[in-house]
């Protein structure tokens, strides 16, 4: 008797079967995390924008899960110095000289036979990362490659929900599908990312600021999943080195009670799912997830798409 209930087409949520390492570049405008395939073989590239005071290592499980499934992943390092942040306005500059950088400089940097697919190249950002990658894609800079899916992970705008406090660029209008993005956007969101810490009494992703507002302001095609009992930090290793490095992923924000790992397995498995589903045509899965969100293995609510 076939089954009444969806079934994941490949399981997104498990690590895949594609070998993969990280590369360190330096050479580039700022410094590069690269997480390769090992296999033969022409990948989609991901540009991926880091968080607030967050360094590009702490991701190394969330994006070698996605590397796994077939994606070469570029991680550059967003800080003026060691652990100082740049500004807003600085950091989406930067970005558009690493995507430049990319269009050249990053195929000799691959392993053997592994070859980048720049015709047009994903966006991806946590936090103020994610806000970054927004500003990118809403042509805040000028870059030679173009943009084929852009996925904001609990996107943050400013530090508090007061509008005044959006930091530059200032890319949230409060208008319902004021992004003139014309590309498909998926916005991953956090239930207690708007939840204030027992420690600093401010929320990480205030309301007005955060997953809400960014998804509001998409036009379709566009995706908005909340994991609702993770925090804001919850996708990050596990095991963070330094003591600041340390505060920053456990004390700073709200964070859930839950394994992070399944917070992680929940972020790469709906990045994989989308970008299968809008690059090369394999809904399966994505439709699956959408259908019957409890495949995932975080508790999302809501799990929802907008068609064009």
Same mark, same amino acid.
């Given at each position: =008797?076939?089954?009444c209930?969806?079934?994941?087409?490949?399981n997104?949520f498990e690590?895949?079967?594609i070998?993969?390492?990280?590369?360190?570049v330096?050479?580039?405008?700022k410094?590069?995390l690269?997480?390769?395939?090992t296999e033969a073989?022409?990948y989609?590239?991901?540009?991926?924008?880091?968080?607030?005071?967050i360094r590009?290592?702490f991701?190394?499980?969330? &994006?070698?899960?996605?590397a796994?499934?077939?994606? +070469? +992943?570029?991680?550059?390092?967003?800080f003026?110095?060691s652990?100082i942040?740049m500004?807003g306005?600085?950091e989406v500059?930067?970005?558009g000289k690493?995507?430049?950088?990319m269009?050249e400089?990053l195929?000799?940097w691959?392993?053997p036979?592994?070859?980048?697919?720049?015709?047009? +190249?994903?966006l =991806?950002?946590?936090s103020?990362?994610?806000?970054?990658a927004f500003?990118?894609?809403?042509?805040h800079v000028q870059?030679?490659l173009?943009?084929s899916v &852009?996925?904001?992970?609990d996107p943050?705008?400013?530090?508090?929900k007061?509008?005044?406090?959006q930091?530059?660029?200032?890319i949230?209008t409060g208008?319902?599908?004021?992004?003139n993005?014309?590309?498909p956007v998926a916005? +991953?969101?956090?239930g207690?990312?708007?939840?204030p810490?027992?420690?600093?009494r401010?929320?990480?992703?205030?309301d007005?600021m955060?997953?809400?507002e960014f998804y509001?302001?998409?036009?379709?095609?566009?995706?908005?999943f909340?994991?609702?009992?993770?925090?804001?930090m919850?996708?990050?290793?596990?095991e963070?080195?330094?003591?600041i490095?340390?505060? =920053?992923?456990?004390?700073?924000?709200?964070?859930? &009670?839950g394994?992070?790992?399944?917070?992680?397995?929940?972020?790469?498995g709906?990045v994989v799912?989308?970008?299968?589903?809008?690059?090369?045509?394999?809904?399966?899965?994505f439709?699956?997830?959408?259908?019957?969100p409890?495949l995932s293995?975080?508790?999302l609510d809501?799990a929802?798409?907008?068609k064009?």
């Amino acid at each position: =008797m076939a089954s009444c209930f969806p079934v994941l087409a490949t399981n997104v949520f498990e690590e895949g079967d594609i070998q993969w390492k990280i590369l360190k570049v330096e050479s580039s405008p700022k410094p590069l995390l690269v997480f390769a395939p090992t296999e033969a073989g022409t990948y989609p590239v991901i540009l991926f924008c880091h968080g607030y005071a967050i360094r590009n290592s702490f991701y190394s499980k969330l &994006l070698g899960h996605i590397a796994s499934h077939g994606f +070469i +992943i570029v991680a550059p390092h967003l800080f003026c110095s060691s652990m100082i942040p740049m500004l807003g306005s600085c950091e989406v500059k930067y970005v558009g000289k690493v995507i430049d950088w990319m269009a050249e400089g990053l195929k000799p940097w691959l392993p053997p036979k592994v070859e980048a697919k720049l015709e047009s +190249i994903i966006l =991806m950002g946590h936090s103020r990362g994610g806000k970054t990658a927004f500003a990118v894609a809403l042509d805040h800079v000028q870059t030679k490659l173009n943009f084929s899916v &852009l996925i904001g992970i609990d996107p943050v705008a400013g530090p508090t929900k007061c509008k005044i406090t959006q930091t530059f660029p200032k890319i949230l209008t409060g208008v319902p599908r004021s992004f003139n993005l014309g590309i498909p956007v998926a916005v +991953i969101g956090t239930g207690l990312g708007p939840e204030p810490n027992s420690y600093t009494r401010m929320a990480c992703a205030p309301d007005g600021m955060n997953h809400e507002e960014f998804y509001r302001e998409c036009k379709p095609p566009c995706a908005h999943f909340v994991a609702k009992e993770y925090g804001h930090m919850d996708m990050l290793d596990d095991e963070i080195p330094g003591l600041i490095g340390g505060i =920053m992923s456990k004390c700073i924000c709200k964070n859930g &009670l839950g394994p992070r790992d399944l917070m992680r397995r929940t972020v790469g498995g709906l990045v994989v799912a989308f970008l299968r589903a809008h690059l090369k045509g394999l809904w399966e899965d994505f439709h699956a997830i959408l259908k019957d969100p409890t495949l995932s293995p975080a508790k999302l609510d809501p799990a929802q798409y907008a068609k064009v």
